[in-house]
């Protein structure tokens, strides 16, 4: 039995963690804020009315006789059963509801971002304020700090859920419908998000990062995005280029600038800019990269990118560093 002291600090564990980037515990956007406050009054709240609930039942069951009478006057038991519930809950219910409207009341999104859940990755479009696409992307959103973002979340097959704690609550991405949700970041940084419902074998690989920057940051890293792929640089990257054109990885992805446009993967124009690979499932470098072009089905089985093990070391390198070159 651990003593009294590491106790307490097994209980402080959650709030006092180092690692921020995926926490509840530590809202860094307006509606997981909102999401947290109410979090604690309920939690404090609950635990202060158990505690006292729990030394009534004491005093009742231990106390003797004479100490303990005063529990049964009629005033007590309508007071404390009655009237304090009523006025507790109500009081509650006008809380939830005043920062549900205040949720409501906001100015207009700064951006449009359509997030589609796929089998097991997120496809993210930048929209324009006519709904056009302006670019598409994988597994990573980038939001200017302190603008709000409308986040319209849509699914293909299966149903997921969007989850990034730091930022906003969480909400489905179901096939044939289209719901939206407020992303907002308050400070710059890199959120982690995971899928929040269970959507076949691949679920717990299937995360993302958000990365909120600096308006300025941000502005330019959108217009780097909609620019087409960088062309190869040295001979490594054009065998790696060829390649990639020649072993049919343009049937399911599309490079912006070159002859592949499939549509069932991640769009690759600017994939060596992004922090992970196969949503969040790898770090993202030239040998990840190379892992996964010939593991993909050892590091995510049933993933829709089958594995291509027919290259020679040299062939690997070049596709690897082509890939990371398309920054
Ligand atoms: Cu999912």
Redesign the pocket.
């Known amino acids: 039995m651990p003593s009294r002291p590491i106790l307490i600090l097994l209980a402080l564990l959650p709030v006092t963690a180092p690692g921020q980037v995926q926490s509840v515990l530590h809202p860094k956007g307006e509606d997981a804020a909102l999401i947290a406050e109410i979090s604690w009054i309920l939690f404090i709240g609950g635990g202060l009315i158990f505690f006292v609930v729990i030394l009534l039942a004491g005093i009742a069951l231990f106390a003797p006789q004479p100490r303990r009478e005063w529990l049964s006057h009629r005033s007590l038991i309508i007071g404390g059963g009655i009237a304090f519930p009523v006025v507790v809950l109500s009081a509650l219910l006008v809380y939830t509801f005043s920062s549900d409207t205040v949720a409501g009341k906001r100015e207009p999104a700064a951006i449009r971002i359509e997030v589609t859940?796929e089998l097991?990755w997120w496809r993210v479009r930048y929209l324009d304020a006519a709904g056009k696409v302006l670019l598409e992307s994988a597994n990573e959103i980038h939001l200017p700090v302190g603008k709000s973002a409308e986040v319209l979340l849509k699914s293909t097959e299966v149903i997921?859920?969007f989850w990034v704690p730091n930022l906003a609550g969480k909400l489905d991405l179901i096939p044939g419908r289209v719901n939206r949700l407020r992303l907002q970041a308050d400070a710059p940084g890199s959120f982690r998000g995971q899928?929040a419902?269970y959507?076949g074998a691949q679920?717990a690989k299937?995360a993302l990062y958000v990365i909120a920057e600096e308006p300025p940051a941000f502005e330019a890293w959108l217009a780097a995005q909609m620019r087409p792929a960088a062309t190869p640089r040295d001979d490594l990257q054009h065998l790696g280029q060829r390649l990639f054109l020649d072993n049919r990885c343009g049937q399911c992805h599309t490079v912006r600038g070159t002859a592949a446009a499939g549509k069932l993967g991640p769009d690759l124009t600017h994939v060596g800019s992004r922090a992970s690979l196969a949503a969040g499932t790898l770090p993202n470098n030239p040998g990840t990269i190379a892992g996964w072009i010939t593991g993909s089905q050892q590091i995510k089985p049933g993933s829709r990118m089958p594995s291509f093990n027919q290259f020679s070391g040299h062939e690997l390198r070049g596709l690897a560093a082509y890939l990371a070159s398309l920054q």
Do not use: V
Request: glycine share 12%.
């Open positions: 859940g097991w997921h859920s899928c419902e959507c679920h299937m």
